[in-house]
Antibody, heavy 127, light 112 residues
Framework: EVQLVESGGDLVKPGGSLRLSCGVS????????MSWVRQAPGKGLEWVGR??????????DYGAPVKGRFTISRDDSKNTLYLQMDSLKTEDTGLYYC??????????????????WGQGTLVTVSS | DIVMTQSPLSLPVTPGEPASISCKST???????????LDWYLQKPGQSPQLLIY???NRASGVPDRFSGSGSGTDFTLKISRVETEDVGIYYC?????????FGQGTKVEIK
């Protein structure tokens, strides 16, 4: 069974930095594409960004609100996904989910589905 | 970026009755390979979201057959043939054609 466990959420001041981690088990992490999705309190889901497996180039993509401030990385030796968040703003407050992506169909075409989700870790940006 | 618009945003339902949610995109999600890159996710109260329907009309593993997805291009629909109390939650559509990925605003389904 795939398990995703996020950690690192905290209260941080505007302009500060934070690094989230997502520990992964139950799957071949080296081959996995992963993403982060966030949810502001009482609001809907927002895609933060995605990292491909190293075998697929290891490239990253980000949503406009976080581009240039957030960085997704991975340590395949530790089965861990990271989200480095810099220059944090109050609007970055929310629950951050780590997700595992798989192609449920149409392999290699378009973007894969968000097949598994962690329970989330809470980030609060406030002075 | 592709903008996803859902309606209604709130849907009171009666158990045993059908329910329907619409999702529209500002750009066609129909790929030249014939697939529509539109997925549906359900976030039950207090839980993380889960994949419900992928590529427009395919049920994810373990999803009951009362759920069905249809549509093509820019107009999509999620239907529940007979709503059960366990179906309450917020339903999101999401385009998978390109990055940045974008979600609809969500439709809150609740029991009348």
């Amino acid at each position: 069974e795939v398990q995703l466990v996020e950690s690192g959420g905290d209260l941080v001041k505007p302009g500060g930095s934070l690094r989230l981690s997502c520990g992964v088990s139950g799957m071949n992490f080296i081959a996995a594409w992963m993403s982060w999705v966030r949810q502001a309190p009482g609001k809907g889901l927002e895609w933060v960004g995605r990292i491909k497996s190293k075998g697929s180039g290891g490239t990253t993509d980000y949503g406009a609100p976080v581009k240039g401030r957030f960085t997704i990385s991975r340590d395949d030796s530790k089965n861990t996904l990271y989200l480095q968040m810099d220059s944090l703003k109050t609007e970055d407050t929310g629950l951050y989910y780590c997700t595992h992506l798989i192609y449920a169909g149409a392999y290699g075409v378009g973007e894969p589905q968000l097949a598994s989700w962690g329970q989330g870790t809470l980030v609060t940006v406030s002075s | 970026d592709i903008v996803m618009t859902q309606s209604p945003l709130s849907l009171p339902v009666t158990p045993g009755e059908p329910a329907s949610i619409s999702c529209k995109s500002t750009q066609s999600l129909l790929h030249s390979n014939g697939n529509n890159f539109l997925d549906w996710y359900l976030q039950k109260p207090g839980q993380s979201p889960q994949l419900l329907i992928y590529l427009g009309s395919n049920r994810a593993s373990g999803v009951p057959d009362r759920f069905s997805g249809s549509g093509s291009g820019t107009d999509f629909t999620l239907k529940i043939s007979r709503v059960e109390t366990e179906d309450v939650g917020i339903y999101y559509c999401m385009q998978g054609l390109q990055t940045p990925r974008t979600f609809g605003q969500g439709t809150k389904v609740e029991i009348k």
